[in-house]
């Protein structure tokens, strides 16, 4: 109970990202609960089989750390530097609240996340990388414009997205080059990359 009333927290740690009808930013509870949808929805298009009994809580608690570390912004190199070391320390201290057979279970689920290497993992970040990349387009670049975010950056950021699914990352370079189009990302790369 001491953890259910502890995540809670969540509901206060906002994103860069705005919703769709772009009046507000979303936060980090918002953010999991439409990755979990979008898990169900887009699993035909992983890469690899996954379990969706894996993924739902993987995506789900990917993000509780950043009740202590607060929410890293992705294209935010200098908080970048520190956003390991932050999170894990959260880590400890949240996931620490649970019993051991949970809090191992979901520490576990969360490092896995955070290595990118299984196929659960890798199509639990395709849709960590790509809700912000729908959410920009229906913004209609809000969020990009404001920051000044360049094209490479949304590359480098997205450079695994395509383990997780190729199609979703193709459909993503679409929205990517037309708000490259539209002037809410700044063009700095000379060729799409695939």
């Given at each position: 109970m001491d953890f259910i009333l502890e995540v809670d927290k969540i509901k206060n740690i906002f994103r860069q990202t705005y919703l769709t009808d772009g009046n507000r930013k979303e936060n980090d509870a918002e953010h999991s609960w439409h990755l979990a949808l979008m898990?169900?929805?887009?699993?035909e298009y992983a890469e690899e089989e996954v379990d969706l009994a894996r993924v739902l809580p993987m995506v789900l608690i990917h993000d509780i750390v950043e009740i202590d570390a607060g929410d890293t912004y992705a294209y935010d190199e200098m908080a970048a530097l520190t956003k390991a070391d932050r999170e894990t320390k959260a880590a400890r201290r949240i996931f620490g609240i649970l019993p051991e057979d949970q809090r191992e279970w979901m520490i576990g689920l969360w490092r896995e996340f955070e290595a990118y290497e299984t196929?659960?993992?890798?199509f639990a970040h395709m849709l960590d990388n790509s809700q912000p990349l729908l959410l920009n387009d229906a913004s209609e670049g809000k969020s990009w414009a404001e920051h000044h975010v360049k094209k490479s950056q949304i590359y480098k950021r997205n450079r695994k997205t395509k383990e997780g699914s190729l199609e979703v990352w193709e459909y993503m370079q679409e929205i990517i080059q037309k708000h490259v189009q539209l002037g809410n990302v700044v063009e700095d790369m000379e060729e799409k990359i695939k």
């Open positions: 898990a169900i929805v887009l699993k196929p659960d993992a890798k």
